[in-house]
């Protein structure tokens, strides 16, 4: 079974991001079955944009048929393995703002480079 979690934050301002910006995260949890291979962890992620092309552009829409398709496919990954058991843990992460020099993205880096992700996302 999925557990689905949020991890919200606000992004300080940097070069893309002129204000503080809250940000969030979505991702979902399905346990391996193994207890000694459950802590090995697979990382699925995508991201969905919050922003238009022109990531100053308050104003309008996000462009949804282009921009989320990463979310979309992980989004059926997500749906299609979670009927199934793994020995491993499987995260499907979902970020905001990928390419807006910002920690959204910086949060798959960080639970790609260490076992802290996973301590995170089993403590919320």
């Known amino acids: 079974m999925l557990e689905v979690k949020t991890d919200t934050f606000t992004q300080e301002p940097v070069e893309r991001v002129p204000q503080p910006t809250q ?12 207890p000694q291979a459950a802590s090995r962890i ?7 944009d ?3 092309t022109d990531v100053l552009n308050f104003k309008d829409p996000p462009r949804a048929p ?8 992980e989004l059926e990954c997500a749906r299609v ?8 843990t499987i995260i499907f992460l979902t970020v905001a703002a990928k390419s807006r020099a910002c920690s959204a ?3 798959s880096r960080k639970w790609r480079s260490s076992r802290a992700g996973h301590r995170r996302c089993a403590e919320q």
Not at 23 to 34: C, I, P, R, S
Not at 66 to 73: D, I, P, Y
């Open 66 to 73: 282009t921009m989320t398709a990463a979310a979309r496919r």
């Open 81 to 88: 393995l979670s009927k199934l058991k793994f020995p491993a």
């Open 23 to 34: 940000l969030t995260n979505v991702y979902a949890v399905l346990k391996g079955t193994d």
């Open 50 to 52: 919050s922003r238009v």
């Open 105 to 107: 993205a910086d949060t």
């Open 42 to 48: 697979v990382l699925v992620t995508g991201h969905y």
